[in-house]
């Protein structure tokens, strides 16, 4: 009893990948023909480029993507011809990368790069593992989690335990600072014209 489909014949075994590559990609052709699309060949810029077995590139000389497979293992780039971590877009001081350990970039190209070299305060074993390495400024619109899950409360702050980051209370014998106003949660400067 069959499926009702009709079956295909067995692909040959000499048929080649690039082969495969090129009929797949007539296919997308006839496909946008028969939906009344027009081909329109750019044979200065073509849409992709497979510059070996082990690298395909889109956009001239790989500006808009590139997959590079190397003995230390793929690397993929946007906008960015030379990516060094397995994922990198962009390049310098711009870029954003995930390393093959997964820690995440923004602003640099080596995440748990130079500043922790020589640093005897940096462990991953007895800080942990460096997740997210962020070189400049951040903004957060929201709540920052603790190491526990709590989002903390109003006039909470962040305070590092034996165990990681806890959001603490402020126990009025250690608030030196006088009288706060808040109004609506909001503390409003005293004191400032």
């Known amino acids: 009893m069959g499926s009702g489909r009709e079956k295909r014949p067995m692909p040959e075994i000499a048929e080649t990948k690039a082969a495969g590559k090129e009929e797949a990609f007539n296919k997308i052709l006839e496909k946008v023909k028969s939906a009344g699309g027009e081909i329109v060949s750019d044979e200065i810029s073509p849409f992709y480029t497979e510059v070996g077995s082990q690298e395909f590139e889109v956009g001239v000389g790989g500006t808009l993507f590139t997959a590079k497979t190397t003995t ?51 462990s991953d074993g007895a800080q942990g593992k460096l997740k997210l390495d962020v070189s400049e400024t951040i903004r957060i619109g929201r709540n920052i989690y603790d190491s526990v899950g ?44």
């Open 150 to 193: 709590s989002p903390g409360e109003n006039d909470f702050w962040l305070k590092r335990d034996e165990y990681g980051i806890r959001w603490q209370p402020t126990p009025p014998t250690e608030d030196a600072e006088g009288i706060k106003l808040q109004d609506e949660g909001i503390y409003l400067p005293i004191g400032q014209e």
């Open 72 to 122: 230390a293992g793929a690397n993929v780039g946007v906008s960015n011809q030379s990516p060094t971590e397995k994922f990198h877009v962009n390049s310098g001081d711009s870029s954003f990368v995930i390393t093959g350990f997964g820690t995440v970039g923004v602003g640099t190209v080596a995440p748990a790069g130079d500043w922790i070299k020589g640093n005897s305060l940096f």
